[in-house]
């Protein structure tokens, strides 16, 4: 899927090489039927590491049979995703975008056929879903190939790695310019060494 990103990055002094260590690029657009489910996904897993994110993740949904639809979300209590691991917050935050998908003011399935910032208008619309939610959506879900997260902690902390210094956020956006129009597919190496 991103053989002509891996041309173009290839080349690159930084990317370059993680690309001959770490071979290809994981990233695979989402069914459209499971972006809901990806939804609430970042939202459970927001400020939490990938395991504890994870197992709570995988409580909700067990405790909603499996099935993880805005019906089932509005039709459960508070107190079960509580007793699940959500805080009060998050559990207001998955109500609202329930609430939201149902009543088509967001319309889900049909997010892959906008522009990245007509997607982020649309769900940043949804409480608790903010700037950096909606471009882990717009990577990990549309495999959009040109989203950097310049707010995202680990892509802060590769890239002082590559360059063995910190930089500022401006600096940053700068830096990864020379990675247009493929900087998901940079960013997906950067977060790669921070796994090693």
């Not at 088509?104 to 940043?124: F, Q, S």
Request: glycine letters at 6%; a positive charge.
């Amino acid at each position: 899927m991103w053989e002509k990103a891996q041309r173009f990055l290839v080349k690159d002094k930084y990317i370059g090489p993680l690309i001959r260590k770490y071979g290809p690029c994981k990233i695979k657009p989402s069914k459209k039927k499971d972006y809901f489910l990806d939804l609430v996904d970042a939202i459970v897993s927001q400020q939490l590491s990938g395991k504890a994110a994870a197992t709570i993740f995988g409580r909700v949904k067990e405790g909603l049979g499996g099935e993880v639809a805005p019906e089932k979300i509005l039709s459960t209590p508070d107190s079960k995703f509580r007793g699940w691991g959500l805080s009060r917050q998050k559990t207001s935050y998955l109500k609202d975008l329930a609430q939201k998908a149902k009543k088509e003011e967001i319309k889900i399935k049909n997010l892959d056929k906008l522009p990245d910032e007509e997607v982020i208008k649309e769900l940043v619309a949804v409480k608790g879903i903010g700037q950096w939610t909606a471009e882990m959506f717009l990577m990990f879900s549309l495999a959009r190939p040109d989203t950097f997260p310049l707010n995202d902690l680990g892509i802060q902390k590769g890239i002082a790695k590559l360059l063995k210094k910190s930089i500022s956020s401006q600096k940053m956006a700068k830096f990864a310019e020379r990675w247009k129009p493929y900087r998901t597919v940079a960013s997906w190496y950067v977060w790669k060494i921070l796994d090693s």
